[in-house]
């Protein structure tokens, strides 16, 4: 399990050291340690998709990990939408993907999806010119 990680780190101290955190993944048991993030546990594990994209169906993993994409969002102990790369691994923490998950922002429908659009539904100049 540990050819993903970093045995020895000047900052982070040796991994034998660490202690070892048991959690499941859809279903199946897994060890990460303590310190571990949901995501940098599952990515140790070799584990790259979290989950699935809620309309086109493709494979969907760690992004920025920094906590700003939201492409991270898993169902952690039965709470849907958690960021696994914010999300600090505790004992036997339960970790699902593969289910639909709340899009982090909801879309009006009249929001305009091109510059054109905005300037035409938010300015009298119904040409388009931001500039007129
Ligand atoms: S990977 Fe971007 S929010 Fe988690």
Do not use: W
Not at 6 to 12: A, C, E, T
Request: net charge negative.
């Amino acid at each position: 399990m540990n050819q993903n990680r970093i045995i020895d780190h000047p900052v982070l101290g040796h991994l034998e050291n660490k202690t070892p955190v048991t959690f499941t993944f859809d279903g199946k048991t897994y060890e990460g340690y303590e310190g571990d993030t949901v995501a940098s546990a599952l990515l140790a594990n070799g584990i790259r998709q979290l989950r699935v994209h809620e309309e086109s169906g493709s494979t969907r993993g760690i992004y920025c990990n920094i906590g700003h994409c939201f492409e991270c969002r898993m169902t952690i102990d039965q709470t849907p939408g958690v960021r696994a790369c914010l999300t600090e691994l505790t004992p036997e923490m339960v970790v699902e993907s593969g289910k639909v998950q709340p899009t982090p922002f909801s879309q009006p429908e009249d929001m305009p999806q091109t510059y054109a659009d905005f300037t035409e539904k938010h300015t009298d100049n119904k040409e388009g010119d931001p500039n007129a």
